[in-house]
């Protein structure tokens, strides 16, 4: 597709920047929830060490990477490479939403698991 075919996209990034934003802080909230529950583990060794480490490193750190790797997608929305990684994070970020959800389904169901 051409560069111009796309351009929907591009001027739609700032609220698809803002909805990533949105669900990043929800998924560091409910992730230390979760944690802090002994309902699930952490995945990524990373953020697994910063969540045993100090919480609020945690949470700015995953918060600024995740900023910074947005914005700079966001920079560069014009660009065929910098829409499809915006979508790919926002879709991404939307099945990690959806895994809170069966989480938060299971929580309530059965209690602390």
Not at 19 to 26: A, D, R, S
């Amino acid at each position: 597709m051409n560069r111009k075919g796309w351009h929907w996209l591009a001027a739609r990034a700032t609220f698809i920047y803002f909805l990533i934003m949105v669900m990043n802080v929800c998924d560091a909230i409910l992730t230390h929830s979760w944690l802090e529950l002994g309902v699930i583990e952490e995945a990524n060794p990373l953020m697994a060490y910063l969540l045993e480490t100090s919480p609020p490193l945690f949470f700015t750190v995953k918060l600024t990477l995740v900023y910074l790797g947005g914005f700079l997608l966001w920079r560069h929305r014009y660009t065929m490479a910098a829409q499809l990684a915006l979508l790919g994070l926002t879709a991404v970020y939307a099945w990690v939403m959806w895994l809170h959800y069966d989480v938060w389904r299971l929580v309530e169901r059965y209690g602390s698991l």
